[in-house]
């Protein structure tokens, strides 16, 4: 039981993770967009 508790924490983790750096990318992807929006926006 304990090695299907240690293993279903370690996937957890491993998404989590996945997850995380897909956020970042997407953040990073969409700081340029948002600035020249706001930009314009400005102007």
Do not use: G, V
């Amino acid at each position: 039981m304990t090695a299907i508790s240690n293993a279903a924490s370690a996937h957890q983790q491993a998404e989590q993770s996945k997850r995380m750096a897909l956020e970042q990318q997407l953040q990073a992807n969409d700081q340029p967009h948002y600035r020249a929006l706001t930009d314009a926006q400005r102007d």
